[in-house]
């Protein structure tokens, strides 16, 4: 644990994890988001400059929320951020989903999930767990 200064407000506060702002600043971003995510209900065609103004926040801070996959937009909205992998506009989150399967697959095909099992040396264990018997 270290003691920092809030980004937001410049108090000092102990720092666990997450975002370097206080636990008051916190609860106004999480306030801010739930405001923000009513007006982009109630105003769907609405981009995000506008979000911006109107709500007052950063559009960084909406951008913010889009790649966590907090906010997400309808397919009529203006509202579109590139896809981290190819550039295809996404409403949410950072791969679109073509990106988001090539990254699956990738890693499965890296961890050998998908890599034909060798066949086992030496007798199978069935004729292990034969009884044998010897002959006089």
């Known amino acids: 644990m270290e003691i920092i200064s809030c980004k937001s407000c410049g108090r000092l506060f102990n720092y666990m994890s997450g975002a370097r702002i206080c636990t008051n600043c916190q609860k106004k971003m999480e306030e801010k988001f739930l405001e923000v995510k ?13 979000i911006s103004k109107e709500m007052d926040v950063s559009v960084a801070q909406i951008n913010r929320w889009i790649r966590e996959e907090r906010l ?17 506009t996404i409403r949410t ?19 050998g999930l998908n890599a034909p099992r060798p066949e086992p040396a ?15």
């Open 72 to 88: 997400t937009f309808s397919d009529e909205s203006p509202v579109g951020l590139p896809c981290e992998g190819c550039g295809a």
């Open 38 to 50: 009513k007006f982009i209900r109630e105003n769907p065609a609405a981009d995000i400059n506008t």
């Open 122 to 136: 030496g007798p199978r264990r069935a004729e292990k767990s034969k009884m044998r018997f010897l002959e006089k």
């Open 93 to 111: 989150g950072r791969y679109c989903e073509k990106c988001k399967v090539e990254l699956s697959n990738g890693l499965r095909d890296a961890a």
